[in-house]
């Protein structure tokens, strides 16, 4: 079955960095678009990030423009997320998922990402 297991979350203060990895089983990986989405307390999940089969079309939301990049490793199935300059309002639990936003099928457990000083 479908399997996405996110990591590399934790508790980093403003102005610092993380990259978030993604596992990917159960399918075939580089067939797939894939995104990032977060979730940040309170609040509904809102698309950061996706990326084409084979990596080189990528777009971003607005705010998080110029600070994150999103890569991928089609020989090791697995999605990156590098965030930089991280903000407060970065806060939130990150899921990689299959697919770009409005046409995504799955997603993982997510990974706790807390920017604070």
């Known amino acids: 079955q479908v399997q996405l297991v996110e990591s590399g979350g934790g508790l980093v203060q403003p102005g610092g960095s993380l990259r978030l990895s993604c596992t990917a089983s159960?399918?075939?990986?580089?067939?797939?678009?894939m995104s990032w989405v977060r979730q940040a307390p309170g609040k509904g999940f809102e698309w950061v990030s996706h990326?084409?089969?084979?990596?080189?079309?990528?777009y971003y939301e607005d705010s998080v423009k110029g600070r994150f990049t999103i890569s991928r490793d089609n020989a090791r199935n697995t999605l990156y997320l590098q965030m930089n300059s991280l903000k407060a309002e970065d806060t939130a639990l990150y899921y990689c998922?299959?697919?770009?936003?409005?046409?995504?099928?799955?997603r993982g457990q997510g990974t706790q990402v807390t920017v604070s000083s």
């Open positions: 159960g399918f075939t990986f580089s067939n797939y678009y």
């Open positions: 990326i084409n089969t084979h990596g080189n079309l990528v």
């Open positions: 998922a299959r697919g770009t936003s409005g046409s995504s099928d799955y």
